[in-house]
């Protein structure tokens, strides 16, 4: 899937084994839609940590990625600015994301990355 902008958001994170039903229910019913409708978000993709396996070197190495968060939402926006309008605001304080999931994620990071190339 071609990234159909110059600038993505990328937001990862681990869940509380006992909330994760609830977090993708959630993320996918209410956080997404509400992101989306925002003025310059493109489109959101996102993505779960699979173990796998490749070759290095000659070398079978396993991917299970140990210390990475499990989870990882890609927004492509059209500019960074959208992360600062009154709009992204609001719309990532609305639903259940803010007091039912939220409080059970860790390890959260949020980086901006502008496509290159």
């Known amino acids: 899937m071609p990234v159909k902008t110059r600038y993505v958001f990328i937001v990862t994170m681990d869940v509380a084994p006992d909330k994760e039903a609830l977090f993708n229910e959630v993320y996918d019913a209410e956080h ?5 409708k925002v003025p310059g978000v493109i489109a959101v993709t996102r ?3 699979e173990p796998a396996s490749f070759v ?4 079978k190495r396993e991917l299970k990625g140990e210390g ?3 989870y ?6 059209e500019s960074p600015a959208v992360l600062l309008s009154k709009e992204w605001a609001a719309a990532g304080e609305k639903g ?3 007091t039912e ?3 059970h994620t860790t390890n959260r ?5 502008k496509v290159v190339g």
């Open 32 to 36: 997404v839609p509400y992101l989306s």
């Open 47 to 49: 993505f779960k940590t």
């Open 56 to 59: 290095l070197a000659g070398e």
């Open 68 to 70: 990475q968060p499990t």
């Open 72 to 77: 990882m939402a890609m927004y492509e926006l």
């Open 96 to 98: 259940r994301w803010v």
């Open 101 to 103: 999931v939220r409080p």
């Open 109 to 113: 990071f949020h980086v901006v990355r």
